[in-house]
T-cell receptor
């Protein structure tokens, strides 16, 4: 399966600032996914990022708050903008292993974000 | 709406067997996944079921009944390192993953 490197692994940020999270994959993948996981809860999909097109955001998430870049088939970034304490969470990127049909997703190690 | 139900927490003894259930109601079905997530770590893929029946992979097995909207993950010969959360996820008709809240499994010596 693909090896996914995500950074930073953790950060503590001030309210009102922005942080960009990077996700690098060791192979070319069509779809990359960005999730949020709040303490003790399951995964919530923020958006799906395809190379060469605008990211597709899920209900409750908007581009102004979570801008995403996907410049090529091995890399994506998620920015958490104008952060507030409610954005404290783990942010995860994932990729599908293979193409076509139902493929498992594999995850980066996550970014643990705390906002003061 | 779409919904996946799992028990919040389960406790089992080292060396024993535990079954973690998952029921789902989704718009279509294109497979069910089980993931393991240790505290502070990312989820890791365990198993995939798309046809009815049992899939065995070492100490872990996963079962699916599509007519009942039901799956379980069976863990045998439990080890302390199996203490983790186990996430059930269903791929719907749009090939989107719907995630359960996860079951926290506590293994006692």
């Amino acid at each position: 399966s693909a090896v996914i490197s995500q950074k930073p692994s953790r950060d503590i940020c001030q309210r009102g600032t922005s942080l960009t999270i990077q996700c690098q994959v060791d192979s070319q993948v069509t779809m990359m996914f960005w999730y949020r996981q709040q303490p003790g809860q399951s995964l919530t999909l923020i958006a799906t990022a395809n190379q060469g097109s605008e990211a597709t955001y899920e209900s409750g998430f908007v581009i102004d708050k979570f801008p995403i870049s996907r410049p090529n088939l091995t890399f994506s970034t998620l920015t958490v903008s104008n952060m507030s304490p409610e954005d404290s969470s783990i942010y995860l990127c994932s990729v599908e292993d293979g193409t076509g049909g139902s493929q498992p997703q594999h995850f980066g190690d996550g970014t643990r974000l705390s906002i003061l | 709406g779409q919904n996946i139900d799992q028990p919040t927490e389960m406790t089992a003894t080292e060396g024993a067997i535990v079954q973690i259930n998952c029921t789902y109601q989704t718009s279509g079905f294109n497979g069910l996944f089980w993931y393991q997530q240790h505290a502070g770590e990312a989820p890791t893929f365990l198993s995939y079921n798309v046809l009815d029946g049992l899939e065995e992979k070492g100490r872990f097995s996963s079962f699916l009944s599509r007519s009942k909207g039901y799956s379980y993950l069976l863990l045998k010969e439990l080890q302390m390192k199996d203490s983790a959360s186990y996430l059930c996820a269903v791929m719907d008709s749009n090939y989107q993953l719907i995630w359960g809240a996860g079951t926290k499994l506590i293994i006692k010596p």
